[in-house]
Structure formats: structure tokens, C-alpha cells
């Protein structure tokens, strides 16, 4: 179990008489020592105890809570999502940088490789259209041929966010996420409302460059820098029309796994695929308007 501050668990301990008792959620350090009082018995001193803390939460998830609404917060996923067709494999990243790039043109239902970059609703889903795989590559947007796919970017249904009867078409709602609990109906994609609320949080997002590749920092609603890190978010500077870069906040790849023990999230620029064109590598499109899931959010 990685060192930090742990939240909403609980450990529970069998006695060989059959009774039980429990510790309530509490944070838990390399110098806690956790003692558990029993009315019947004296009290438990487990400073040398070999605990097995599980983690109520799948594989892959940061454990800070990000407000997506005025009523609610989610954890996000560590990592980008990326398929595999020959396998019929899904998966996190590795890292939080990671992007396929142009390998997505690659795209087809025998590539040996990963993408990170999937039609609209192309989950696997056999919903009555025809682009339903996540290889599939016909039509784009900016052909005609958007009734091939379930969902229609420039139609109402985009306001359905693969939610309610179009839940199954979202990529990691209805697949099973192999190094994230492996378990469908695990993880699902934002709203469209949900990501407009997230980007707008004051002081919560910036630019930023890991391990040279650019892309955006989301910081939790409850975030303390690492020692001698400072951080500069979109909106702290003195003016309002000055200009940003993704210079703003620059990381190495060993830099930034101190930062991730804080439950800070980096979306990459992953770049948009027509067909199976490589349009640019540099865009971060509209995660906001939700054309892309990039980052699933645990239910």
C-alpha cells in the first residue's frame, strides 16, 4: 500500500472466539500505530501487525476527489485508455503521459498494437449501427456518414453523453479494463456538463509539460504541494489577457511521480484521427464538449 493519507475504509479483525472489531476510518502513516479497544478484551497494539489494507477502489484510481458538479465529486483513472483489437484488450496507460500518437493510424480490427483514440460510442456495443467496434474507421467528421455511428456529434444525441440507453456504448462503462478491476460497468465517462464544471474550477488547471509531452493539470479539490514544488494554475496570473504555454509548469518523468502521489491528474495531447489519418498530435480537442472520453471516472 503506497504511503499517504487513506480515507473510507475500514479494517476489520476476527478474534478466535468469532467476535469482531473494527477501525474506522482514520489517516494511517509509516508512524501510526493503531490500537483497536474491545470492551471484552485488552486493547490491540498492531504496531508490528502485518495488515493487508485493500483499497475499496479498482486498480488504477487516484485517490483525490474531483468536483464535477456543485453536488458531486469523482476519482479518475491514473492513465489514458488504450485498446488492443487483436486481443480484444482494454487498458490504463502506463503513465500518465503516455499517447499513442500517430500509431492510431494503424487502426484495424487485426492491429497487434494500442490506440487511444476511438470512434464516438464505439465500445463494442451492439447497438443496430454499423460503426460499433472501437477499430472501426469508416466515416469522420467532416464526412456524411455519421448515420453509421450511434451517436451523432452534431445531432441532439450528443446531449445523451453515454449515459441512459446510450450507457453501453461508452468505452469503459461496457468493457472490462484489465489493469483497472477488470470488471465491466467499473469506470464510465464524463458528461459533457460534468467536464465544463471540472475545467472551471478556480485555480484547479493549468498547463503543463511531463516528460515532454503537453497536455493540461487538473489538481483535486483538496490538494498540499510536495515540498518545494510550485505549482501555477491557468488563472493565478496578474493578468487576464496574458498569454500561457505549456511551459508553465514543466516535470520530468521522475519529478512527476512525486506529484501523482498527490492525486494530480495530467490529460496529454493525444491529437485527432479522421478515418485512419493522423490529423494532428498537438490538439487536445474538446475533452469539455465530450466528443473524446479520455479519462474515466470510477461510479
Known amino acids: 500500500m503506497p504511503a499517504g493519507t487513506y480515507h473510507g475504509f475500514k479494517i476489520e479483525i476476527t478474534a478466535s472466539d468469532g467476535s469482531v472489531c473494527t477501525l474506522d476510518p482514520a489517516p494511517i502513516d509509516d508512524d501510526h500505530v493503531v490500537v483497536i479497544e474491545r470492551s471484552k478484551y485488552s486493547p490491540l497494539d498492531l504496531r508490528n501487525a502485518n495488515l493487508d489494507f485493500v483499497s475499496p477502489y479498482p486498480e488504477g484510481t487516484l485517490s483525490g476527489l474531483f468536483s464535477v458538479s456543485a453536488t458531486k465529486q469523482v476519482r479518475f483513472a491514473k492513465d489514458n485508455l488504450q485498446y488492443r483489437a487483436s486481443t480484444n484488450t482494454w487498458r490504463f496507460a502506463e503513465q500518465q503521459w503516455d499517447r499513442i500518437g500517430q500509431d492510431n493510424s494503424n487502426i484495424s480490427a487485426t492491429y497487434d498494437g494500442w490506440i487511444d ?3 464516438w460510442g464505439a465500445s463494442g456495443w451492439n447497438c443496430g449501427a454499423q460503426c460499433y467496434m472501437p477499430y472501426c474507421t469508416q466515416g469522420g467528421v467532416w464526412d456524411e456518414d455519421w448515420e453509421d455511428w450511434i451517436v451523432n456529434p452534431d445531432s441532439e444525441y450528443l446531449n445523451h453523453s453515454l449515459t441512459g440507453d446510450y450507457a453501453e456504448a461508452d468505452w469503459a462503462y461496457h468493457n472490462a479494463i484489465s489493469n483497472g478491476g477488470a470488471q465491466a460497468h467499473t469506470w464510465r465517462t464524463l458528461t459533457i456538463d460534468e467536464w465544463n464544471y471540472l475545467f472551471q474550477r478556480h485555480g484547479r488547471l493549468g498547463y503543463g509539460n511531463i516528460n515532454g509531452v503537453n497536455g493540461i493539470i487538473l489538481l483535486p479539490d483538496v490538494w498540499n504541494a510536495p515540498s518545494g514544488v510550485t505549482l501555477h494554475p491557468y ?35 493525444t491529437g485527432t484521427r479522421n478515418e485512419t489519418e493522423m490529423v494532428t498530435t498537438l490538439c487536445l480537442i474538446s475533452r469539455m464538449e465530450g466528443y473524446i472520453g479520455r479519462h474515466q471516472s470510477q461510479l
Open 117 to 119: 483514440l476511438f470512434g
Open 235 to 269: 488563472d493565478d496570473n496578474a493578468s487576464a489577457n496574458q498569454e500561457h504555454s505549456y511551459s508553465d509548469n514543466s516535470f520530468t518523468a521522475t519529478s512527476w511521480t512525486v506529484m501523482e502521489e498527490t492525486s494530480i491528474l495530467f490529460l496529454p495531447t
